[in-house]
């Protein structure tokens, strides 16, 4: 894809003599703020453009407040600015104030992180009047929040009408990820699709069916498909509105699909679980993780594939009791990567959790969710468009 990369912006910065960078991140962190991966994912660009002695204007949404909520701590982001300062070495600082109360001249810091955009009404509606406002703040604007590109928000997209505008390290970086997995593909080609519903992942799921030689379905999604199969799937989470769907796509699919034939049910969350096969399910019990046969046909495949697709945890990962066998892949995916040449392509905020200390030794880990699942699927994304 032809966009404005960051050696274009470089070069239009020593041209031009620009003051001030807007940089668009996704610094929406987890509550617990243990999770730095977004923050670690746009540091290179961010030390990039101050070493290159720009002042650096940082915007990122954090959660989803309502317009009461303005003055809650819990949704500002200045609960994650010692975090960001950690990872970036360098003092961040914060304007809590209105974009509308405060002229671009009183901000004089180094990096600066303005308070969260989606206090203001008009950036979910893609609002050109905010944008333009957010515009005067900075001399160039850089997107490097891939993750929420998938939106035509003000930030992401009417911005750029008022400022030039490039791709920053982690949205090249992004986009070159997942490319790999999508284009000149090396085969067998397997994909891994997992998560709790299938009506999020209608797309990507009917794409994969077509291009992929296989197509693993776990997660809770794969209750539906085994429902939609006749089985009875007591009492686990399904999507009866679903079932259609599921059955247009195994009965259209080109790749091999592999459903789970066992599991690690449970009457509850908290209750250790026990494996059984398919029919063997208790009435009393539902479905929290697939089975050790099921894993083991999944890694299986794992060891032909020469490229592999993954998003989705393949349990309910959450649960300490019901992880084995996110970590039993995770690992696995991380040998073939390091020692037998796979390509791994992997995304999605549960998704990284679940790979834990695996999470380096993959080819490419995205830190988007649906803006990963959507380009997969195919779609323009507006915020990537904007930046042709």
């Given at each position: 894809m032809n966009i404005k990369n960051f050696e274009n912006f470089k070069q239009f910065v020593n041209e031009r003599g620009n003051k001030r960078c807007i940089i668009r991140c996704d610094l929406n962190l987890p509550s617990d703020i243990e999770d730095l991966s977004r923050v670690y994912a746009v540091k290179d660009t961010i030390l990039s453009v101050a070493s290159m002695g720009l002042q650096v204007i940082l915007i990122s949404h954090y959660k989803r407040p309502k317009p009461e909520d303005v003055d809650n701590p819990k949704f500002s982001l200045k609960q994650i600015v010692p975090s960001v300062s950690k990872v970036l070495g360098r003092d961040v600082a914060f304007e809590k104030r209105s974009i509308f109360d405060i002229e671009p001249s009183e901000i004089t810091a180094a990096i600066t992180l303005l308070e969260n955009l989606r206090f203001y009404e008009g950036e979910t509606k893609n609002d050109d009047a905010l944008a333009q406002r957010l515009a005067q703040f900075g001399d160039?604007?850089?997107?490097?929040?891939?993750?929420?590109?998938h939106r035509a928000h003000?930030?992401?997209?009417?911005?750029?009408?008022?400022?030039?505008?490039?791709?920053g390290l982690s949205m090249m970086r992004e986009?070159?990820?997942?490319?790999?997995?999508?284009?000149?593909?090396?085969?067998?080609?397997?994909?891994?699709?997992?998560?709790?519903?299938?009506?999020?992942?209608?797309?990507?799921?009917?794409?994969?069916?077509?291009?992929?030689?296989?197509?693993?379905?776990?997660?809770?999604?794969?209750n539906t498909f085994l429902a939609a199969q006749g089985h009875d799937m007591k009492k686990s989470l399904i999507e009866p509105e679903q079932f259609e769907?599921?059955?247009?796509?195994?009965?259209n699919a080109e790749a091999e699909l592999i459903l789970p034939t066992d599991f690690v049910v449970s009457p509850n969350v908290e209750t250790d679980g026990v494996q059984c096969d398919l029919a063997d399910i208790p009435d009393d019990c539902g479905c929290f993780d697939i089975g050790g046969?099921?894993?083991?046909?999944?890694?299986?495949?794992?060891?032909?594939?020469?490229?592999?697709?993954?998003?989705?945890?393949?349990?309910?990962?959450?649960?300490?009791?019901?992880?084995?066998?996110?970590?039993?892949?995770?690992?696995h995916v991380a040998e073939c990567t390091q020692n037998a040449g796979l390509v791994s392509i992997t995304g999605g905020g549960?998704?990284?959790?679940?790979?834990?200390?695996?999470?380096?030794?993959?080819?490419?880990?995205?830190?988007?969710?649906?803006?990963?699942?959507?380009?997969?699927?195919?779609?323009?994304l507006p915020g990537v468009m904007a930046l042709q």
């Open positions: 160039v604007y850089i997107n490097d929040a891939f993750s929420v590109s003000a930030s992401v997209c009417a911005i750029t009408k008022h400022l030039p505008s490039f791709a986009i070159e990820g997942i490319t790999k997995a999508t284009e000149n593909i090396e085969r067998p080609y397997t994909a891994i699709i997992g998560g709790a519903k299938v009506s999020t992942k209608i797309d990507v799921l009917k794409k994969l069916s077509l291009e992929a030689d296989y197509l693993v379905i776990a997660g809770a999604m794969a769907t599921a059955r247009e796509i195994m009965a046969k099921s894993t083991a046909r999944i890694t299986d495949v794992i060891d032909k594939s020469r490229t592999l697709l993954w998003n989705g945890t393949l349990g309910l990962f959450e649960c300490a009791n019901f992880q084995y066998s996110s970590e039993i892949v995770s690992k549960e998704t990284i959790a679940s790979l834990g200390e695996y999470k380096s030794d993959m080819t490419f880990v995205s830190t988007a969710g649906g803006a990963f699942l959507e380009y997969i699927a195919g779609y323009d």
